[in-house]
């Protein structure tokens, strides 16, 4: 926009005088008001012409803004409790590295006390903010300059590669790469990255292909979530099989609930005894009619997850007398009975 500066000098006393005759508004006010009051008065055609390209430029600039932003988008699980945030800050992977190796090696006492806390100009955003934010890391359109799922409580991270999506570490080995690209104090920053990444491509923890995500015309709501058969312990995983006694077919996309088939689902549902919270995907098997079998996944919302929690702890209650206190309380002195005491 071009904008004119126009300067009035105006003796001290007419200004003062003319101040008192104003009511609730300043000389500078009332002069502007008479501007627009002339601009008014143009010709209609001119007046729409000007609005128009102003209208233009403004929203010119304000794109220009966005496309030069530079964030970083993280999932952030920690102490059993997890975060979506965006932070306004150029957080590549060798500089998120540095970060959390310098929070993980704090001493107890110190502040900050969570990971979040470490991340400067932070906004929360949605789970399907953070998903949306993830593809465009993966479009590399420059704004999003790293997507990041830390999990303090597992002890492993994900970030995204623009050339190869997801890729997952600990969180320990992503410390120590950073330790060794920082070590040399004269070291460029191209040698620096080289450093890193060479240590931590030996160190990338290899996954089978990841199932594929259903999703239908709706969530999960309360009427939906019931269980039956046993609860069984998969090492740190309770396993839950719900009971399918909803429309599938809406909440997941599916196509069983017909008689054109005779395809069913097995749905189990999992809460992690060492984060100490609902996991946050269920795990589909369509079992066809033909007897082939394929794998799929479901990503839950936070708000199906709360929803989860109570039937979970309701039938923990009813199948073993206990609640998921009782279970992770459990399962951590069997834990501590056969590593033993930490050193």
Request: aromatic share 10%.
């Amino acid at each position: 926009m071009r904008d004119r500066e126009i300067t009035l000098w105006l003796d001290e006393r007419w200004y003062d005088a003319l101040s008192k005759q104003l009511k609730g508004e300043t000389l500078e006010e009332h002069l502007e008001n008479i501007l627009d009051e002339m601009c008014n008065q143009l010709p209609q055609r001119e007046y729409e012409r000007i609005s128009h390209e102003l209208w233009a430029e403004q929203q010119a600039e304000e794109e220009a803004r966005e496309a030069a932003r530079r964030f970083a988008v993280f999932h952030v699980t920690e102490n059993g409790s997890s975060d979506y945030i965006l932070a306004e800050e150029k957080l590549e992977l060798l500089s998120t590295a540095r970060r959390l190796r310098s929070y993980i090696r704090k001493p107890p006492d110190e502040a900050p006390h969570r990971f979040v806390e470490t991340l400067l100009h932070t906004q929360r955003i949605s789970q399907e903010e953070f998903n949306s934010y993830v593809s465009e890391r993966l479009d590399n359109t420059g704004r999003v300059v790293g997507a990041y799922d830390i999990d303090l409580d597992s002890g492993d991270m994900e970030a995204v590669s623009i050339m190869d999506g997801w890729k997952r570490f600990r969180i320990r080995d992503v410390s120590t790469a950073a330790y060794f690209a920082m070590k040399k104090g004269n070291a460029s920053s191209d040698e620096r990255w080289r450093i890193f990444l060479d240590r931590l491509e030996e160190r990338t923890l290899h996954q089978e292909p990841e199932s594929e995500y259903l999703s239908g015309n709706r969530r999960l709501c309360a009427e939906d979530i019931s269980f039956a058969e046993d609860i069984t312990q998969n090492d740190n995983l309770l396993e839950f099989y719900m009971e399918v006694s909803f429309n599938a077919d809406e909440v997941f996309g599916t196509d069983v609930c017909t008689s054109e088939n005779d395809d069913w689902l097995n749905i189990y549902a999992n809460y992690d005894l060492e984060a100490r919270r609902v996991c946050d995907t269920l795990e589909l098997y369509l079992q066809r009619g033909n007897g082939d079998e394929e794998a799929f996944k479901y990503r839950l919302s936070e708000a199906e997850c709360a929803l989860l929690l109570p039937k979970m702890e309701e039938y923990c209650h009813h199948h073993w007398g206990q609640g998921l206190a009782g279970c992770c309380a459990q399962y951590e002195a069997e834990k501590m009975q056969m590593n033993g005491p930490a050193l």
